[in-house]
DNA sequence: CTGTATCCGACCAGATACTG
DNA sequence: CAGTATCTGGTCGGATACAG
């Protein structure tokens, strides 16, 4: 028996590419943001911490490409841009939701897991000697 | 109102750096191959395609530290090691399967939001001549 | 305010060679 | 078979300066 779940994961290019871009940095912070309703670019700034202009820039022009976040811009002066998940972006939100939820369940029983490895790796570097 | 949901990725470092994890090129798929049972590191380094040696050991290594993966060691020459997920690891596989259906359902609308996205650069750069 | 352009250091990951 | 060690190119991301 094969793994057929995972098929597209482990063979298929364009799927992978997708989990790529969720992969990066930013990307799940900005779509967490947005959840609830339009931004300005400035607002995102402040909500995703340590973020820079750089970045947050790019992430939002790939998000914009993906078809997952719609970007409007005011023609004023000073300008004014605001961004807002697409209904695609949006129903990336459920699946988000269930990583993050088991990231918090388990968080502090992974804590623990890596302060023991890391205890018994001390252990054995000074058997070494 | 704040998004108390996502307040714990953008605020909780700790909670931050388990999906720091998770976005790793390597990490999905190594826990997607091992969903169905033991493997050896030839057979999961088989199975991932791609995967350079250096980077599945890292990986591994990583996983084992979370408490994601348990590693068996056989005294044998030459060396069986056998990787399997823990109890946690399996935990994660629905909220992985869950990212992995909405990559699979929205792959083409986001492959055809990046090509009109392209398109449209392309003809604002000729434009502007 | 919302970007773009450039420079530069840090880290990632592949290739290769070697070991128990 | 299952690693470790080392080198190196490429990429990511921050800082800074500047533009519309």
Chains 1, 2 share one sequence.
Do not use: N
Request: overall charge negative; glycine content about 6%.
């Amino acid at each position: 028996m094969t793994q057929p779940v995972w098929d597209p994961l482990v063979r298929d290019c364009p799927s992978r590419r997708l989990l790529d871009r969720i992969g990066d940095r930013w990307t799940v912070l900005v779509v967490g943001v947005l959840a609830d309703g339009r931004l300005r670019f400035s607002e995102i700034q402040h909500a995703v911490d340590g973020v820079s202009q750089k970045m947050l820039t790019q992430t939002l022009r790939a998000l914009e490409r993906d078809g997952l976040v719609a970007r409007t811009v005011f023609p004023q002066v000073p300008p004014r841009v605001e961004y807002e998940l697409t209904d695609v972006g949006r129903s990336l939100l459920g699946p988000l939701r269930a990583l993050t939820d088991w990231a918090t369940e388990h968080m502090s029983g992974v804590l623990d897991a890596r302060g023991s490895y890391d205890e018994a790796q001390a252990r054995d570097e000074l058997a070494a000697h």
